[in-house]
């Protein structure tokens, strides 16, 4: 069974759930998950399609991007149930990209600068591997990060971790510290929850947590308040945080069901933005019913999309970079080449604008110059400006 493009082997049976339990989730739940297609978003992002798979390559998702001397470099994975690791591209204006193929392996992976000489590997809670120039990577001697972590199939007692650890990304934090935000859910391989019983849905459900550490290799505390965001009666996974002038903005999927008891269940996932100040208690400022990014362009390549996520953003002086991966259950073989690496650009916005749902307003000299003059150049823009003759 695939529960939001995810393998789970579990059995199918009748989900009996008390009635006073049944009514609180019912009514913990807004008319949003009776919606069978997502809402749209208001962001006036402009999409383009940057890297599509092919028969050998197939499903490309889970995108890592830095900018370094002018050069954007990028890794990602290569294929589900036909894994084929993490691989490297680069280019010169985040739109055009050269592929340089495998590089190492892995999944649920996210690369970050750790100083002036060497990247680091973050996946499932770990830190995994490292390297000095992004091509030639090499495990650590000994395993750092999360522990006990139950993705090592180690028994970790920590809430909503049973099962397992998947994505995971650290923040670096103006007095040299360093947060990780990771996904986790109850459901472990052998199909059995924390009480030792088979799965429900609920035990599927992803959920954000938080760990911190002094320098981000060593001695990991989890928050006490683990965890963050879903793991309850939604799933929330896949969370990308920046900290900016004393705000944490925390970019993560959103699953939506219309009715998560069903055996089949419609289902979607949408980019979703919720704040903090202390990066622990978190406020909604996009949700499925108002979603940050949803479902739109992708269709025209992909007919049958139904989810948008692994938002990788990045912010520069023109804007707002949000790179992400588009499938149709591609997890599930439906669509086995459609999983495509996008990247949705705001052009001449902060962050603390897009919390506000406040979009920049360049000038015709800045539209008719850099990336934003790319895209109008490509035609994706200009139904959407009148800029003068």
Known sequence: MWIYGRKMNLNIRTVVVPITLLLLFLCSFNLVHAQTEPFPSTVPWQKT??????SSEQAFSEPSVLYENGLWRMWYRV????????????SN?????????????????HIIRYNSTTLLMYAHGLIDQH??????WFNFTQQYGLKPNSWLNQSDPYPNEFGTIGNSEPVKLPNGTYLMYYESWNCNSKDKNPKGQPCY???????????????????????????????????????????????????????????IY??????????????????????????????????????NFDPYCNQVGDAWVMVH?????????EDANVAANFTQTHASIWLAFLPYTTLAQLAAGQFG????????????????TYGKVRKRLQVPA
């Open 49 to 54: 399609r940057i890297l599509t798979p092919t």
């Open 79 to 90: 294929g589900w149930s036909n894994l084929q690791g993490i691989f490297y591209a680069t």
């Open 93 to 109: 204006d985040a739109i055009h990209w050269t592929k340089y193929g495998h590089v190492t392996n892995g999944y649920n992976a």
């Open 131 to 136: 390297s000095t120039d992004g091509i030639h």
């Open 201 to 259: 849905i609920p035990d599927t459900f992803w959920s954000v947590n938080e760990a911190n550490s002094a320098d981000g290799i060593h001695n990991w505390s989890r928050a006490s308040s683990n965890p963050l965001l879903g793991g309850v009666f939604y799933a929330a996974a896949n969370p990308n945080v920046i900290y900016q002038n004393g705000t944490y903005y925390l970019f993560f999927d959103y699953y939506v069901s219309a009715n």
């Open 262 to 299: 069903a055996q089949k269940p419609t289902n979607y996932i949408v980019e979703s933005l919720a704040t903090s100040s202390d990066g622990i208690h978190f406020t909604y400022i996009y949700t499925p019913s108002t979603p940050l990014l949803s479902i739109d362009s992708e269709k």
């Open 317 to 325: 002086p023109n804007g707002i970079y949000l790179f992400y991966d």
């Open 361 to 376: 307003n360049p000038s015709y000299s800045q539209l008719t110059t850099g990336f934003f003059a790319k895209l109008m």
